[in-house]
């Protein structure tokens, strides 16, 4: 993996996507118009925030930025991503997942023709996308005010797999399908808001890695 690509310069691309988009996603906010202000805080947070923990592991550094989003109390958005950090970052450290092997698999993904990761455990890779997908429940729980444990139930996973037939539907590149399944399947996906910063964030991450 590229040294340039650690959890410092992947949140640093959502900043720049962030900056850009800054404007009209004020304006998609129609109840208080900052969403925009709002995300644009979050990652620049979140970019101290992985620079303090640069030599840290992946889950502490994660676990770090979901901290440090939580003192935002008057961001409603940074609440909502610092239970998402954490979710995730405890998934992570459950099954001792890297950035290094996070980048391949999303590599792989993106890029399968080009993929230089046939070869690679195909049992390791289970293990990351059980990761992502039981953090993505327990975010959806823990959003809704339910228990949260780890688990994945048919129906979550029969409602990520028609967000991803949506995702196909409205078409684009497997990056975007992607980042349209992960927002839909999501808290981020309840308003309409924060479903447009979403895809936007996610993308830009994705595209970091890729």
Do not use: C
Not at 33 to 52: C, T, W, Y
Request: proline letters at 3%; charged letters at 20%; zero cysteines.
């Amino acid at each position: 993996m590229p040294p340039s690509i650690d959890l410092t310069a992947l949140f640093q691309a959502g900043v720049a996507v962030l900056i850009q988009e800054r404007d009209s996603l004020n304006q998609a906010d129609d109840a208080n118009h900052n969403h925009g202000d709002h995300m644009l805080e979050i990652f620049q947070l979140a970019v101290r925030a992985a620079s303090e923990k640069r030599d840290s592991d992946l889950a502490d550094a994660m676990l770090y930025a979901s901290d440090q989003l939580r003192l935002l109390s008057d961001n409603g958005s940074a609440q909502v991503y610092a239970r998402g950090l954490a979710l995730l970052a405890e998934q992570f450290r459950s099954r001792q997942i890297t950035l290094e092997e996070l980048v391949p698999y999303v590599r792989a993904y993106l890029h399968p023709e080009q993929s230089e990761e046939k070869g690679r455990d195909q049992a390791r890779s289970g293990e990351i996308l059980k990761a992502m997908l039981s953090a993505l429940a327990d975010w959806e729980h823990a959003e809704a005010g339910k228990a949260t444990d780890g688990g994945l139930d048919m129906g979550y996973l029969f409602g990520v797999g028609m967000a991803y037939l949506q995702a196909k539907q409205q078409g684009g590149d497997r990056l975007h399908i992607l980042a349209e399944t992960v927002v839909s399947a999501s808290p981020l996906g309840r308003i309409p808001y924060r479903h447009r910063s979403g895809v936007l964030v996610i993308s830009s991450l994705l595209q970091a890695m890729g």
